[in-house]
């Protein structure tokens, strides 16, 4: 009996032509918009998407598993009529390159001041400053999973003193000391670099706010490439414009696309990304080096042993 995939995606068409030709079992649809899919989604049984409405989950009666093509799974899980028993899996792992890159960019660009290289540059001005060394410096990484872990390997690269916090302690070579939530605002006392991955869950929502900020060195800059609800968004303006920190970067923000009209545009010492940390040229593989796996196995009649259950 063949299956119903539902690939919901702005590359959704590369996803399928990858997929066609070596799982002849399932009838393949593929689609960039919500509002082109109509009544299919009545038939789906598989989904593989970042993210859906509420109001075609609520129609995707046959629906037995979500493939998320991301590594959070938040917007899919807080869905109110996503049902108990449809199988979520995650692309957990596969970002861990690109992700640490982009850490390791942010840090060196508010440690160097890089964007006002740029200005200059735009302006013909030609000026030289003493620039900030990553060695010897200490960077916090909130979060401690497969990103958090690579960011460390990175900053290790760089001769910088790491500390880990995550809600499970365990042992991992590039850290140096390792805690709990709990101790954040300690650590946050101690860090030049204040690095963000968590996802975003009831306890993590707005886990970085006054009291942590506050307690942060007056030299030091925070990383944000988590998720943008991790950080009280009013308190970290106000901890730039008065000098409490010195600088930010923020690839993630609460509301998305950021409007024009948000504060942030206008924050002194803040660079703003556009939620490029996870993104790759190359990633329609990386993504269906984990689905691909799935698919088999889901179509053998394996649940549970699918990669990155998610466990609602």
Same mark, same amino acid.
């Given at each position: 009996?063949?299956?119903? #995939?539902?690939?919901?995606?702005?590359?959704?068409?590369?996803?399928?032509?990858?997929?066609?030709?070596?799982? *002849?079992?399932?009838?393949?649809?593929?689609?960039?918009?919500?509002?082109? @899919?109509?009544?299919?989604? $009545? %038939?789906?049984?598989?989904?593989?998407?970042?993210? @859906?409405?509420?109001?075609?989950?609520?129609? *995707?009666?046959?629906?037995?598993?979500?493939?998320?093509?991301?590594?959070?799974?938040?917007?899919?899980?807080?869905?109110?009529s996503l049902?108990?028993?449809?199988?979520?899996?995650?692309?957990?792992?596969?970002?861990? /390159?690109?992700?640490?890159?982009?850490?390791? #960019?942010?840090?060196?660009?508010?440690?160097?001041?890089?964007?006002?290289? @740029?200005?200059?540059?735009? %302006?013909?001005?030609?000026?030289?400053?003493?620039?900030?060394? #990553?060695?010897?410096?200490?960077?916090?990484?909130?979060?401690?999973? *497969?990103?958090?872990?690579?960011?460390?390997?990175?900053?290790? *690269?760089?001769?910088?003193?790491?500390?880990?916090?995550? +809600?499970? %302690?365990?042992?991992?070579?590039?850290?140096?000391?390792?805690?709990?939530?709990?101790?954040?605002?300690?650590?946050?006392? =101690?860090?030049?670099y204040l +690095?963000?991955?968590?996802?975003l869950t009831?306890?993590?929502?707005?886990?970085?706010?006054?009291?942590?900020?506050?307690?942060?060195?007056?030299?030091?800059?925070?990383?944000?490439?988590?998720?943008?609800?991790?950080?009280?968004?009013?308190?970290?303006?106000?901890?730039?414009?008065?000098?409490?920190?010195?600088?930010?970067? #923020?690839?993630?923000?609460?509301? $998305? /696309?950021? /409007?024009?009209?948000?504060?942030?545009?206008?924050?002194?010492?803040?660079? +703003?990304?556009?939620?490029?940390?996870?993104?790759?040229?190359?990633?329609?593989?990386?993504?269906?080096? @984990?689905? =691909?796996?799935?698919?088999?196995?889901?179509?053998?009649? $394996?649940?549970?042993?699918? +990669?990155?259950?998610?466990?609602?």
């Open positions: 009996m063949k299956i119903n #995939l539902l690939i919901l995606d702005q590359l959704a068409n590369e996803y399928k032509r990858a997929l066609e030709s070596k799982f *002849a079992e399932a009838i393949i649809h593929a689609f960039i918009r919500e509002e082109d @899919i109509g009544d299919f989604i $009545e %038939k789906a049984n598989v989904l593989l998407t970042f993210r @859906i409405s509420d109001g075609l989950i609520k129609r *995707a009666r046959n629906l037995q598993w979500i493939q998320s093509m991301a590594s959070g799974v938040d917007a899919i899980v807080n869905l109110p049902r108990k028993e449809v199988l979520l899996t995650s692309t957990r792992g596969i970002h861990a /390159p690109q992700m640490s890159e982009m850490a390791i #960019l942010l840090i060196l660009s508010l440690s160097r001041n890089f964007p006002q290289t @740029i200005r200059n540059q735009d %302006k013909g001005i030609w000026e030289r400053w003493p620039t900030r060394l #990553l060695l010897q410096k200490k960077a916090g990484i909130l979060g401690i999973g *497969a990103i958090g872990e690579e960011i460390a390997r990175k900053c290790k *690269a760089f001769g910088m003193e790491v500390c880990g916090i995550d +809600i499970v %302690k365990r042992q991992v070579d590039a850290v140096d000391y390792f805690y709990g939530p709990e101790d954040l605002p300690k650590v946050a006392q =101690e860090v030049d +690095i963000i991955v968590v996802p009831s306890q993590t929502n707005k886990m970085v706010g006054e009291n942590v900020l506050s307690s942060m060195k007056p030299t030091a800059f925070l990383i944000n490439i988590g998720r943008g609800e991790i950080i009280d968004e009013n308190a970290l303006i106000h901890a730039l414009e008065s000098g409490k920190i010195a600088g930010a970067a #923020l690839d993630v923000f609460s509301q $998305e /696309p950021l /409007p024009k009209d948000h504060p942030f545009w206008r924050t002194k010492n803040l660079i +703003i990304t556009p939620h490029l940390g996870g993104t790759s040229t190359i990633y329609v593989e990386q993504v269906l080096s @984990i689905f =691909e796996e799935n698919l088999r196995r889901f179509l053998s009649g $394996e649940r549970q042993t699918l +990669i990155n259950v998610v466990e609602r």
